[in-house]
């Protein structure tokens, strides 16, 4: 029977790379990406200097690391019937999971701050808007299937009707999850404009 070789070294602790990615995820929200350096994500995790750079060499790569581990438990909802309910169930999923990462002004801060840093911008875009644009996507397909939305919508306007007022209501309320109402509610009032003639 032969037994595969560890690599030399000591393993890596999935403890500490969890540190380091939830360090990261707080001080972007808590100071945005300029003011983001290694060492503060260092100081916040409590790793060593060799730790956090053996993972990640640049805060560039760690920044993606964090946004990608952000992004990793955003599933599609079961279906419940309805637009309403489907986008409440995906809201209430992204609100829950922002609020254990304290990342709930992320997506609005990050993007306001790379505005004038395309690749940058097009990274946050790719890891921290798409994956949630592409749950909406599915819901509103979903919706025009089941006849709730009209069929020549264009999916990404609806997503941007839908998803923009929680954005507002969000950097209106300060990031407090008090201030973003019933995800349900909120879609409500915009669906008339949606809804098949």
Do not use: C, W
Not at 37 to 54: D, I, P
Not at 104 to 109: A, D, E, G, I, Y
């Amino acid at each position: 029977m032969s037994v595969e070789a560890r690599p030399p070294g000591r393993p890596r602790s999935a403890a500490a790379d969890e540190a380091i990615l939830q360090a990261a995820l707080e001080l972007l929200a808590e100071d945005g990406y300029r003011a983001l350096t290694m060492e503060s994500v260092r100081e916040r995790s409590g790793v060593g200097k060799a730790t956090l750079y053996r993972r990640y060499g640049s805060k560039e790569e760690l920044v993606k690391a964090a946004i990608v581990h952000l992004n990793s438990d955003i599933p599609l909802p079961e279906d419940t019937g309805s637009v309403v309910g489907d986008f409440a169930a995906t809201a209430q999923t992204i609100i829950a999971g922002a609020a254990r990462t304290g990342a709930l002004t992320l997506m609005p801060r990050l993007l306001s701050e790379v505005v004038g840093d395309a690749e940058m911008h097009a990274l946050f875009s790719e890891h921290l808007v798409e994956p949630r644009r592409r749950v909406v996507r599915a819901i509103v397909e979903r919706a025009k299937a089941r006849g709730e939305l009209r069929a020549d919508l264009d999916p990404d306007l609806a997503i941007d009707v839908m998803v923009g007022p929680m954005i507002y209501r969000l950097i209106i309320a300060g990031g407090e999850v008090s201030g973003l109402g019933n995800p349900a509610d909120v879609l409500t009032a915009v669906l008339d404009g949606l809804r098949p003639r």
